[in-house]
């Protein structure tokens, strides 16, 4: 594809989604996404457990907009949540986005170039891209690049990357087998979560690498790739281990491994997840 023609497809990408969001904040639905809260140095369950309402006036919404266009007319949310819908049961915003065809994880690399797009590549050293198996069956996708993933321009390297291999290697698979991303490309300063226009702007570059991967499963790691990819503010205990439709693929979330290295014991929690995962892809765990 010719550089001009790729850039205006990612801008494309890049204004549904704004106006998805802007169209969610008419419908008074609340931000689709965290709010800053310090990265992972909060107990990662408790993140948004308040913040329920949002998603189930979503749905409400949802079903009385079928079209679910941007054009559409705002409808009003109802002012009583009548119970808890689980985040994937939903249409997600970024269902409708275009698959591109004839797309590549090199010509969205190209497309990304030296990226000035959001705030976060005035203090980046590297863009992270993303590593592993193009045709991976499996996907992992974080919240956004650390210190270290910044200098290697490599995502989960540093303490919380050890882990995620050690977790991908009791799966019985390698760190080459599967696929490893991010929400966002560039290092959030000081590790601070990243912000809901930094995700709107990032998070296109990062489902069109899925539509070209397109994996079995998807494994979203934490909040953020969790609220992000399932469009909720629900907080990730709620539907931790369950399983979504997502594009074509497959969709659970598992806690953070850098929450893990907080708090140990929920790594048997994790441990179930990925049991679920190795059943549906038909892996049987490391001999010891
Ligand atoms: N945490 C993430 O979410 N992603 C990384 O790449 C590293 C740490």
Excluded at 73 to 78: G, I, L, T
Excluded at 84 to 102: G, K, N
Excluded at 143 to 167: C, N
Excluded at 264 to 286: C, H, I, N, T
Aim: proline share 9%.
């Amino acid at each position: 594809m010719d550089p001009a023609k790729g850039a205006s497809v990612g801008t494309r990408v890049e204004e549904q989604v704004k106006d998805w969001l802007r169209y969610g904040e008419e419908l008074g639905l609340g931000p689709y996404y965290l709010d800053r809260a310090p990265s992972h140095s909060i107990s990662e369950p408790s993140i948004t457990e308040t913040t329920v309402a949002a998603p189930v006036a979503m749905a409400a919404a949802a079903a009385s907009a079928p079209k679910l266009t941007p054009a559409a007319k705002p409808v009003a949310a109802p002012a009583v949540a009548p119970s808890i819908v689980a985040p994937a049961s939903l249409p997600s915003l970024f269902e409708s986005i275009d698959r591109i065809t004839d797309d590549t994880l090199p010509r969205i690399r190209e497309d990304i170039g030296d990226c000035t797009r959001c705030k976060l590549h005035k203090g980046r050293t590297n863009i992270v891209y993303g590593v592993g198996n193009p045709k991976a069956q499996l996907v992992f996708v974080g919240e956004g690049p650390g210190h270290d993933e910044d200098i290697k321009g490599e995502p989960f390297v540093g303490r919380a990357g050890k882990l995620l291999t050690q977790m991908i290697e009791a799966m019985n698979l390698r760190r080459e087998d599967v696929y490893i991303a991010n929400v966002v490309k560039c290092r959030p300063p000081e590790n601070r979560l990243p912000e809901k226009d930094e995700i709107a702007t990032c998070s296109p570059y990062l489902l069109r690498q899925l539509d070209v991967i397109k994996p079995k499963v998807v494994c979203a790691l934490g909040s953020c790739a969790a609220q992000t990819l399932l469009q909720t503010t629900q907080g990730i205990s709620k539907f931790r281990g369950e399983w979504f439709d997502f594009r074509g693929s497959k969709l659970i979330a598992t806690y953070h491994p850098a929450y893990l290295l907080r708090n140990p014991p929920a790594k048997s929690e994790v441990w179930k997840d990925l049991q679920k995962v190795m059943a549906l892809l038909g892996l049987q765990p490391r001999k010891r």
